[in-house]
């Protein structure tokens, strides 16, 4: 697809030339023409020097085979930059020809590890899904309760002591800091004295 887009503007940029011209004839038209032209300045440089003013007379002749051989050159750069372009879109449509089955095959493939990419996911997620729900569900709190291990009383008694014991020592110690607290504080300062009305 690219390759015809390519190839459409590079027929539209070649210049205004007949359709089916032949280059060798061209390039031997343009051969002819130009020996023609050197002939003529050769038979103008001969008649100027029969004249009096030798110089102007060839400088003249130099300037028309100048011009004439300015547009043969055009004529031939215009030649060979349509045949560049001919040869490149030749080139870029056999590239494209030779490239389009390994295209269709590299994507035929890419889209069979797709496939096989989700078949896989799906696979596993399934695989996951079994074991999740093979997995016992959480007993309830009640059978948790019953599976404790059971505390004599004696046990109990003792483990009431020890939490009634450490209340009472983190109450005395939230007491302690709060005196400290109070301690540190400081009475706040006189106010300034107000300032003097000024004596003029």
Not at 53 to 68: K, P
Not at 168 to 197: D, F, G, M, N
């Amino acid at each position: 697809m690219k390759a015809c887009a390519a190839i459409a503007l590079l027929l539209a940029a070649l210049p205004a030339w007949p359709q089916g011209i032949d280059a060798a004839a061209e390039r031997s038209r343009i051969a002819a023409e130009r020996r023609q032209v050197d002939a003529r300045f050769e038979e103008e440089e001969k008649a100027c020097r029969a004249r009096f003013a030798v110089n102007d007379c060839t400088a003249e002749a130099r300037a028309r085979q100048r011009q004439a051989l300015g547009e043969l050159r055009r004529q031939e750069v215009t030649l060979n930059e349509m045949e560049r372009k001919r040869k490149a879109a030749q080139k870029v449509r056999e590239l494209d020809e030779r490239q389009a089955p390994p295209r269709q095959q590299d994507a035929q493939v890419q889209q069979r590890e797709r496939e096989s990419r989700a078949a896989d996911k799906s696979a596993k997620r399934q695989q996951e899904e079994a074991v999740r729900s093979a997995k016992p569900a959480k007993p309830p709190a009640s059978q948790v309760q019953a599976k404790a291990p059971a505390v004599s009383p004696a046990q109990a008694a003792a483990n009431r002591r020890n939490h009634e014991q450490r209340m009472k020592e983190a109450e005395e110690h939230r007491a302690k800091a709060a005196k400290r607290a109070a301690e540190r504080k400081k009475k706040p300062a006189a106010p300034l004295p107000p300032p003097e009305p000024d004596r003029k």
